[in-house]
């Protein structure tokens, strides 16, 4: 059976909304490229007038060019094994797939079998959320995780020592392999819901609020986050370039927010706030 390849070239910020958007279009397997990324699926039964109102949806905010072609079909896992490598983080946190070989002990080492869902610690957003997690005090802390895609930062966070992480996604498949990573990693206190902040059932405040998504959804949840957060609580965000900083700090700043410090890497950005008491 020949599979459908659809070759999409977006800009980075888009990449994993557009993933979920397109899985609903019936493909199932995605494999990150340098100008965007591309979905799979066996057959041909794909909704082809969704995918149109996707591209429709998203051409006006960015660059984007969708490329259908067919292919012999492929052994996905062994392809994914070949082009995966694991990630070291400031030399304390190792992130890595379950067949990798260890080469020598870090002070923290997660495992993560990503399938369709986002977050290796290969983008340099997660990458720079873990970094600046390893700087936070998670210890005995209730932690939120924003669109928590395969649940790394979750994961992170209970291996800091937080007491209680409550994460959430707006893909199914996202909650499922999120669970999925948190059982590898012996992770019992993560609990995952399917939705976004306004949709899932969260009670109480918390210490830590973890959001890597994109800029757009930050600035349009920010007040929520702000009202999850416990006075002196903290909030690290990223998912956006260093250009946007300022803009983010300003709509930080009506609610009650301010900056600790930011990190940067290549041309993108992390800002952890803390909520003033």
Not at 6 to 34: H, K, N, R, V
Not at 121 to 127: A, I, M, P
Not at 162 to 182: L, Q, T
Not at 189 to 210: A, M, R
Request: hydrophobic share 40%; glycine share 6%; with cysteine.
């Amino acid at each position: 059976m020949l599979t459908s390849r659809l070759t999409i070239t977006c800009t980075p910020e888009f990449s994993e909304i557009l993933m979920a958007e397109i899985a609903e279009a019936g493909f199932d397997t995605f494999m990150e490229t340098e100008t965007g990324f591309e979905a799979y699926l066996e057959g041909i039964a794909f909704d082809k007038q969704l995918l149109e109102q996707i591209k429709e949806k998203y051409a006006s905010v960015t660059p984007l060019v969708f490329q259908f072609d067919e292919i012999e079909k492929q052994n996905w896992n062994e392809a994914w094994e070949k082009n995966v490598e694991p990630i070291i983080v400031d030399d304390k946190c190792l992130v890595r797939a379950a067949f990798h070989k260890i080469e020598k002990p870090y002070p923290y080492e997660i495992i993560i079998t990503p399938k369709m869902s986002f977050g290796t610690g290969h983008h340099q957003t997660t990458h720079l959320m873990l970094s600046a997690q390893m700087k936070m005090d998670h210890r005995g802390k209730r932690v939120m995780d924003a669109g928590c895609g395969t649940a790394i930062l979750s994961i992170m966070a209970n291996k800091l020592g937080a007491s209680e992480i409550e994460a959430f996604d707006i893909d199914e498949w996202s909650v499922e392999n999120g669970n999925e990573n948190a059982a590898n990693n012996n992770c019992s206190n993560i609990h995952i819901q399917l939705g976004k902040i306004n949709e899932v059932n969260l009670s109480g405040t918390f210490d830590i609020i973890l959001a890597n998504i994109n800029k757009n959804i930050l600035l349009a949840e920010m007040q929520r986050y702000a009202s999850y957060l416990k006075p002196g609580g903290q909030l690290l965000l990223s998912g956006f370039y260093v250009k946007d900083v300022p803009d983010l700090k300003t709509e930080a700043t009506r609610y009650n927010l301010s900056e600790v410090f930011h990190q940067e890497r290549e041309t993108w950005a992390s800002l952890l706030l803390h909520k003033l008491t």
